[in-house]
């Protein structure tokens, strides 16, 4: 069983920048992170996978946000700069058990409590 906890949600004016990190207990293969915000379906925002070697983004957050990984402290990053009102959303973790996944919901199989993200313009 994989267990899963977001951290580094908060409070950001439009065009500033926060971490998310993702604690994994278990062994944990590919990851990712995906998005909700009120009134809207889950969405993906970014994927890597179990070497780290690849990534995967939502054109919506190309070139703004930064997902990566430390196996070894069985952690995964998001890093998002550039925030704009339209990221404001709650951000899931996930996790799959397979080496490497993608954009679709159905691909993962644990999902951590979710943290929040607010950006106010």
């Known amino acids: 069983q994989v267990q899963l906890v977001e951290s580094g949600g908060g409070l950001v004016q439009a065009g500033g920048s926060l971490r998310l990190s993702c604690a994994a207990s278990?062994?944990?293969?590919?990851m990712g992170w995906f998005r909700q915000a009120p009134g809207k379906e889950r969405e993906f925002v970014a994927a890597?996978?179990?070497?780290?070697?690849?990534?995967s983004y939502a054109d919506s957050v190309k070139g703004r946000f930064t997902i990566s990984r430390e196996n070894a402290k069985k952690m995964v990053y998001l890093q998002m700069n550039s925030l704009k009102p339209e990221d404001t959303a709650v951000y899931y973790c996930?996790?799959?058990?397979?080496?490497?996944?993608?954009?679709?919901?159905?691909?993962?199989?644990?999902w951590g409590q979710g943290t929040q993200v607010t950006v106010s313009s």
């Open positions: 996930a996790a799959a058990r397979t080496y490497i996944s993608g954009s679709h919901l159905d691909e993962y199989d644990y």
């Open positions: 278990g062994r944990t293969f590919s």
């Open positions: 890597i996978s179990w070497s780290g070697g690849s990534t």
